[in-house]
């Protein structure tokens, strides 16, 4: 269904479980087309996929662009590539993960302000690492659109999980973003976001304020993860609690590295509180 003028988004069984939606698929339309990203490798959405896509003849797919390569982004570009002949995309740091969890070959490497022109509509890469190194945004400059895959999603927030996953980062990522005049936003998962600005600085907020509950939870002597998150998560669904752990762990280790921080074995303590660590 058409979103906005010429971009799609390409339809499939919505499910979700705590939250979290099925991958979005975009297709952008111009004299060419683009897909954004390429969900799951599974036969059924693949073809549901292709078959809409040839549902659009005689309009020719040149770019299958991978914000970042998860499997439920980068999985079924390769059954795509085959039935439509496009071109595999992804940013140069994402080749070679993409290859060896995924088999997939960029054809395409791209790096942050390079552009790709369908035939008058122009999509700009920029670089938003956080959700992981290789995490790009897709921006049309003709509607003012940001396709944003993990960075930024229609609901909730997104997981900032180590090793590749950067509390730091991600952050910069989104101050990065409100660079942008950006009319619409179009997540990896879950609905459009209409007010751009206003959703980038909650995110912003969001993150600052769960870094503000830290500090005050390691004033209060809670030095290990568990502790933390229990004060921090106290009703939180039994199965979301690992996830829950990696956040509280990628806001430390983004304190580690700021110097805010000591870490001695598996427990964690402010500077200024602590005379010897380790």
Not at 270 to 276: A, F, G, I, Q, S
Request: glycine residues 8%.
């Amino acid at each position: 269904m058409e979103i906005a003028p010429g971009v799609h988004s390409i339809p499939m069984p919505t499910w979700t479980f705590m939250g979290v939606y099925v991958p979005n698929v975009y297709l952008v339309a111009g004299e060419e087309a683009a897909l954004i990203d390429s969900g799951f490798e599974d036969r059924e959405a693949a073809r549901s996929r292709i078959e809409y896509i040839k549902g659009l003849a005689p309009l020719k797919l040149a770019y299958i662009i991978i914000t970042h390569p998860h499997p439920d982004h980068i999985g079924g570009c390769r059954a795509i590539k085959k039935a439509t002949g496009a071109q595999i995309v992804m940013h140069s740091l994402a080749a070679a993960q993409a290859r060896r969890g995924h088999r997939v070959t960029g054809d395409v490497l791209v790096e942050d302000g390079d552009v790709l022109d369908i035939g008058g509509i122009h999509l700009e890469i920029v670089d938003t690492p956080g959700h992981s190194p290789a995490s790009i945004c897709i921006y049309v400059k003709e509607s003012k659109i940001l396709f944003t895959g993990d960075h930024i999603l229609g609901i909730g927030t997104t997981v900032v999980d180590a090793p590749d996953g950067d509390m730091t980062q991600y952050i910069d990522s989104l101050k990065k973003l409100l660079k942008y005049d950006i009319s619409l936003i179009c997540p990896g998962h879950g609905p459009p976001i209409h007010e751009a600005e206003r959703k980038i600085e909650e995110l912003i907020a969001h993150r600052g304020e769960r870094e503000r509950q830290v500090i005050s939870c390691l004033r209060q002597g809670r030095k290990t993860v568990a502790k933390l998150v229990a004060e921090i998560y106290p009703e939180l669904d039994q199965r979301l609690l690992e996830l829950a752990r990696r956040q509280v762990l990628a806001h430390l280790r983004k304190l580690v590295k700021e110097n805010k921080v000591a870490v001695a074995g598996e427990e964690y303590a402010l500077k200024e509180t602590v005379r010897v660590i380790g």
